[in-house]
């Protein structure tokens, strides 16, 4: 049997073909998991009450619908559809003259359909059902061979903050460039460790813009002028000097019928704030198929991204959902005005470590704080970071004038684009600070199962923040 091409319809059939391909993306070929039948209430805006059975691979639409239009075939991640001519659920006649592609609109009838997924051999993937209810065929589908294997998230630890240690330790202070700088404190530490080269992606954020009235450095005419501190920086509330990737993170959305969500992972709580590593996930019909790891983010400076979809898959071209890295820091600008120079930064915090699979980009912390002057040119650094969970305890830092001893500058971390180290000289013109609960995962990668050793981040791990202060 034949079915025309024809009609206006509703469109809401790519979201039953994404889960299709969804298998295909989530099996391993090696077990088979059964899913339960998905709930759709949250999935079409405008049938809520399309019934999908994920297990049949049947889809019974609402009564009165007589036609449907796929919206985007490319959503099958380069498997390809047809209409089955008859009733075999294993092997059916195809009609290969009248591929479903993007656009592509269907007559239901009263006897329904059959959608054929067939991968690039042409092998047949998947057969679906598409049926009214009055119309529904008798003949049941057979399910594909294999389905999504669920993920399994690992228990998140917390962070800890019972004890509260302060540590002291001398160090080596920073070379002076000239007369200009500040003598550093007697007091501090220089957190170096290695990196691997490679490009950092972000906006440059220089003081050209509006000027900043709230959230702007307080900067009085008394004796506080000589020691500006940066709003917000006791952690008791949440402010606009400061920008996160967290709203992004707990915007669910949907593109194509896949949808991408996450949660917030940027808390406040009894004058701390804690920033954490958290997954990003896309599903179709709530069949969860595809996974990438963002880390946690607290910086001075804004953020554009808008939803979940921006962290899943910014500056990635693999259509959607992609499976490339994911480049977060493309929508950080980074940086506050800023004109004063602190020798050295004091912070009270902890951390909560989670291991992660890979030896290129192991989890880790970040904190930062670099002066930057006209034209990119960075004037000091200061960096530290911990590879292994640390108790409450404050960590003293000094900044390093025309030098880069952490290597913020040629490692892949979140830096803005088109720095370069200056002599120290430099005059200031804004301040970039870094809170991070991963130190790579600002490039957000993973995708389906089985990638896991993609990830840049340890999930779960966790940065708490109590307070911190420029020391001058």
């Known amino acids: 049997m034949r079915f025309e091409i024809h009609g206006k319809m509703k469109s809401f059939i790519a979201g039953a073909l994404c889960s299709l391909a969804f298998g295909l993306w989530a099996c391993s070929g090696e077990t088979e998991t059964q899913v339960a039948a998905p709930d759709l209430s949250e999935l079409f805006e ?21 036609s449907f239009k796929v919206d985007n075939i490319a959503a099958l991640g380069g498997n390809k559809c047809y209409l089955a001519l008859d ?8 009609d290969w003259d009248n591929p479903v592609s993007t656009g592509t609109e269907l007559e239901i009838g009263e006897e329904g359909l059959r959608l054929v997924v067939l991968d690039d051999a042409n092998r047949v993937v998947a057969v679906w ?14 399910p594909a061979s294999s389905s999504a294997e669920p993920k399994s998230s690992s228990d998140a630890e917390k962070a800890s903050s019972s004890s509260e240690k302060v540590e002291s330790s001398s160090s080596e202070k920073p070379a002076e460039s000239s007369s200009s700088s500040v003598a550093p404190a ?12 490679a ?4 906006e440059v954020s220089e003081s050209s813009s509006s000027a900043e009235s709230s959230s702007s450095v307080a900067e009085s005419s008394s004796s ?4 500006p501190q940066l709003p917000g920086s006791d952690f008791s509330a949440r402010n606009d000097f400061w920008a996160t990737t967290s709203d992004a993170m707990a915007t669910k959305t949907s593109s194509a019928a896949i949808k991408v969500s996450s949660e917030a992972n940027l808390e406040f709580d009894g004058g701390m704030a804690t920033v954490t590593t958290r997954e990003v996930e896309g599903s179709f019909l709530f069949i ?25 898959e910014q500056g990635s071209d693999g259509g959607t959902p992609s499976t490339g890295c994911s480049v977060i820091s493309k929508d950080m600008t980074f940086g506050k005005p800023f004109t004063a120079r602190p020798t050295a930064f004091t912070v009270k915090y902890s951390y909560s470590h989670v291991a992660n699979e890979s030896t290129d980009y192991p989890q880790k912390s970040l904190v930062y704080v670099m002066l930057v002057g006209k034209n990119g040119k960075v004037v000091a650094t200061g960096a530290f970071s911990d590879e292994a969970s640390v108790e409450m305890k404050s960590r003293t830092v000094e900044l390093s004038y025309g030098k880069d001893p952490f290597g913020l500058l040629s490692g ?7 720095l370069s180290l200056g002599t120290g000289e430099e005059e200031v013109t804004s301040i970039h600070v870094m809170f991070a609960s991963s130190a790579y995962a600002h490039v957000v990668c993973g995708g389906l199962v089985g990638n896991s050793g993609k990830y840049r981040g340890g999930e779960n791990s966790a940065l708490v923040l109590d307070d911190f202060k420029l020391i001058y």
Do not use: C, H, N, Q
Not at 87 to 94: G, Q
Not at 186 to 197: C, G, T, V, Y
Not at 224 to 227: A, D, H, I, K
């Open 46 to 66: 405008d049938v809520d009450d399309a019934e999908i059975d994920v297990e049949s691979r049947s889809i019974v639409l609402p009564e009165g619908t007589s």
């Open 87 to 94: 009733d075999d659920p294993v092997d059916p006649e195809i």
């Open 129 to 142: 059902m598409v049926s009214l209810p009055e119309g529904e065929s008798s003949s049941s589908v057979a």
């Open 186 to 197: 007697s007091s501090s530490e220089i957190a170096s460790s290695s990196s691997e080269d």
């Open 199 to 202: 490009s950092s992606s972000s």
């Open 224 to 227: 506080e002028r000589e020691e």
């Open 288 to 312: 969860d198929g595809s996974w990438k790891m963002a880390g946690g983010f607290y910086f001075a400076g804004s953020y554009a991204g808008e939803t979940a979809l921006d962290i899943y």
């Open 412 to 418: 892949e971390y979140p830096v803005a684009e088109g």
